[in-house]
């Protein structure tokens, strides 16, 4: 995983609340193994609509989602991560997020930024009106900030999941900050008890 400590770009509006896991990707895409290709997906059922906001060519290259409340609710799919950010998002803002989405999030490195609904409402408001509008997540300090707006806020992170973004840890990199003790815990082991080989 990429260490992530600020996040700088324009936003897209998805001024929609319950946004579920089968909507961000729906079930036809999950045939794959892999993590990559997934963007083609992304709300694909959406992208029917020549209006749907991703069809819009004022928000192309955007890598920050701006959502109503709830976001990720449905399956536990980390699909929906993989899609957003194959398709280009390095976050995403809402008022409210399912925790497993959030969790799931924080494993592959998509950061998940909650603030209040008044400053989501404002925020697609104004990327709305000026969809070059820049907006800055600091990740190290925990604040979200767009000077166009007046925007100056804080979310909440708590500090292992912030370390894993700064860091870069997924999980394989967590268990080899470990990995000293581990192989010490394998020259003790008994012989009888299982290896794996390979």
């Not at 897209?12 to 794959?32: E, F, G, N």
């Not at 490195?109 to 509008?133: A, C, H, N, W, Y």
């Amino acid at each position: 995983m990429e260490a992530i400590s600020i996040i700088e770009g324009r936003g897209v509006p998805l001024d929609r609340s319950d946004v579920d896991t089968d909507q961000i990707i729906p079930s036809d895409w999950l045939k794959k193994v892999e993590r990559t290709g997934f963007g083609k997906g992304l709300f694909s059922e959406w992208k029917d609509d020549r209006d749907f906001v991703l069809n819009k060519d004022e928000f192309a290259g955007a890598t920050i989602l701006v959502s109503g409340p709830n976001f990720g609710t449905g399956s536990s799919r980390e699909h929906a991560v993989w899609a957003l950010m194959d398709y280009g998002f390095k976050a995403v803002i809402s008022s409210r997020f399912a925790d497993i989405f959030k969790n799931n999030c924080s494993k592959s490195g998509l950061v998940p930024v909650q603030v209040e609904e008044s400053t989501v409402r404002k925020l697609m408001d104004g990327i709305e009106s000026d969809p070059s509008l820049i907006i800055l997540i600091d990740v190290e300090r925990l604040a979200l900030s767009v000077p166009q707006l007046d925007i100056e806020v804080s979310f909440i992170m708590d500090r292992f999941t912030q370390e894993r973004y700064v860091k870069g840890l997924d999980d394989i990199g967590i268990t080899l900050k470990h990995s000293d003790e581990i192989s010490t815990y394998e020259t003790r082991r008994q012989s009888w008890m299982p290896v794996l080989s390979g």
